[in-house]
């Protein structure tokens, strides 16, 4: 197998703007997470009623991932794409959410349904189940976006044959602030997988 | 590829402070459960496994102080203390160190707290970490519920495989608090008595505070009597459900069938599996679907929750550690909790500790988001297949 590795696609979303391969593909006028993400995932013909049910980082990873997998023509029953994702705040929006409902004993009522989204790895279950993808998958906490690690662990999967293809990237979503960045590292494609070229990827918009 | 090992290691638990002490305990059948009545957290009476914060203080001010550090901090700097010290290896450029945890200090963000809301982050929990001891490389904190554990040994494998580092410490930790407890209490998952994995009167879980630390290696000498080698290790989703586990054992079959095609070795050559079993009853069903579809029915299987309670992100690390010293001792322990088998196939509960010959060991974990990690260990001192 190839010791060499490319950059097929990446995705950007932030700044009310969702764009693939660096070309804008839905803006928003609103400031609004909430708006913003429900407009795109409605523009962009997502088609998937569970985003609903989806926390706010789960909503944001998953319309990051989703711009660049629907392209792939993937199998309808598996795919081998190993997922690595990264951020800084975790779960804590959600987490949050969770401890107000939990803080005061007059108004304790702790719900399963927030609960479960308390883990940033679950947005990988969530692309997981969308994808069909029985593969890798990881989270790692960084304090800002870490390319040589993400780049490291995604050339061992694909040198050892562990995955085909590695979805990697940043999706962190903290206080209403959020950012994803997300590239497909396979054997074929334009842009060499190096630091220098996630770096520059990442710096795009 | 080189090898890599598994080295120095400690656990930090209610039943101990030590691996040894630990495993002593394990050994006699000795719990670190407890029942407890504790309003402030959790409304109704539960069982767990905890540690007391003043014998951790008491501990930790021997090398430190204390109250500038969390409960968390202070449990996985003793823990990973005791292996730095223990391998005597100089942290330079070539050493690594991962930290493995699914809420971190999480209850810092309860109105009462001492520290400041940032400490809640997980970069800040591994950048005391690393300032504590000087490491001089960022750490990798790991979050991926409650595989983390274990898949911290497949990240470190993959960092000394790429040649970023020669040796990786790895530290666990996790604590019981109000917002894990009265989450699993909202889904209806505890028990308020000690668990029973795979028992045909299971209820749920407990969940259990613990720290533990190992040396990942590719150095090949100075190694405890106890090391061990990786020869195969995966992570594998179900693509299925975010909560629930897959109900014919997909991703943790997956898993287990891609770390044996690394291993190079068959399921015939596994002497034990050190097994996730929370003791709900989805988790336990799962595994022995998946067991069974891998034709490993018959393999000595223990869950080690009912010592430990879930200690979620700390688990796997913890159980691999404790399937360690049980390689070494030539001892299975007993799947404590377990009277009758309360699962669809027929698998191998082990109910009192057996004397036999052992070599290779299957650890495996399950959790939400759907993730199965399996890593299978050899003993080092034994002859290669």
């Given at each position: ?87 800084k705040a975790s779960?804590l ?48 906490i960084f304090d ?62 | ?69 969390t409960?968390l901090e ?25 930290i493995?945890?699914?809420?971190g200090n999480?209850?810092i ?6 520290f400041s809301e940032s400490r809640a982050y997980l970069s800040e929990l591994g950048k005391i970490i690393q300032n ?7 750490p990798?904190v ?244």
């Amino acid at each position: 197998m190839s010791e060499i590795f490319h950059i097929k696609s990446y995705s950007h979303i932030k700044n009310q703007t969702v764009s693939v391969n660096g070309q804008t593909i839905y803006r928003e006028e609103s400031e609004d997470f909430s708006i913003f993400i429900k407009n795109a995932y409605k523009f962009l013909k997502t088609g998937y009623p569970k985003f609903f049910k989806m926390d706010n980082l789960s909503k944001l990873a998953f319309l990051a991932a989703d711009v660049l997998l629907k392209d792939e023509n993937l199998n309808e029953e598996e795919n081998n794409i190993a997922l690595i994702f990264s951020n800084k705040a975790s779960s804590l929006d959600t987490d949050r959410k969770h401890q107000a409902a939990i803080e005061n004993e007059a108004e304790y009522f702790p719900s399963p349904a927030v609960f479960v989204y308390t883990l940033p790895n679950i947005c990988l279950g969530e692309i997981s189940i969308k994808h069909r993808l029985y593969s890798e998958n990881s989270f790692f906490i960084f304090d800002r976006f870490n390319a040589e690690h993400l780049q490291l662990y995604a050339n061992n999967l694909l040198r050892r044959g562990k995955a085909e293809k590695v979805l990697c990237g940043w999706v962190d979503f903290d206080k209403n602030s959020y950012e994803a960045f997300l590239y497909l590292v396979e054997n074929e494609g334009e842009i060499v997988h190096n630091t220098e070229e996630i770096t520059r990827l990442y710096k795009t918009l | 590829m080189a090898k890599t090992y598994l080295s120095y290691n400690n656990i930090f638990s209610s039943l101990g402070f030590d691996s040894e002490s630990v495993v002593e305990n394990i050994s006699k059948g000795v719990s670190g459960l407890d029942r407890y009545e504790d309003a402030s957290l959790l409304p109704e009476p539960f069982c767990a496994s905890l540690i007391s914060s003043k014998k951790i203080e008491d501990e930790f001010n021997k090398i430190g102080d204390a109250s500038k550090f969390t409960k968390l901090e202070q449990m996985m700097i003793l823990s990973l203390k005791k292996v730095v010290d223990a391998s005597n290896t100089p942290l330079n450029e070539k050493v690594g160190l991962v930290i493995s945890t699914t809420k971190g200090n999480i209850d810092i963000l309860e109105e009462d707290s001492n520290f400041s809301e940032s400490r809640a982050y997980l970069s800040e929990l591994g950048k005391i970490i690393q300032n504590f001891f000087g490491f001089k490389n960022e750490p990798i904190v790991l979050s991926n519920a409650c595989v983390s554990g274990v898949m911290a040994i497949s990240v470190a494998k993959r960092f000394i495989s790429e040649g970023k580092y020669d040796h990786v410490f790895i530290t666990s930790g996790d604590l019981v608090t109000k917002f894990i407890l009265s989450g699993f209490n909202s889904f209806q998952a505890l028990s308020a008595e000690p668990c029973k994995p795979y028992d045909k009167n299971r209820i749920g879980i407990n969940l259990g505070e613990v720290a533990a630390s190992v040396l990942v290696t590719s150095s090949t000498e100075n190694f405890p009597k106890e090391a061990m080698e990786i020869l195969g290790d995966a992570t594998r989703n179900d693509a299925n459900h975010i909560s629930g586990p897959s109900r014919t054992g997909e991703g943790l079959f997956r898993s287990v069938k891609a770390a044996l095609n690394e291993a190079n070795i068959t399921s015939g050559e596994i002497d034990y599996i050190s097994a996730h079993g929370t003791a709900t009853p989805f988790n336990d069903e799962m595994e022995a679907i998946a067991f069974s579809r891998l034709g490993m029915e018959h393999v000595p299987l223990n869950s080690l929750k009912g010592f430990f309670g879930h200690t979620l992100g700390a688990s796997g690390l913890l159980e691999t550690i404790v399937g360690m010293h049980s390689m070494e001792k030539n001892i299975l322990f007993s799947s404590k909790g377990f009277s009758e088998l309360g699962v669809s196939k027929n698998i191998n509960i082990i109910k009192r500790n057996i004397p036999t010959n052992l070599h290779t060991f299957l650890k495996t974990a399950s959790g939400f988001g759907g993730c199965n990690t399996a890593v299978i260990l050899k003993k080092r001192t034994t002859n290669q297949p």
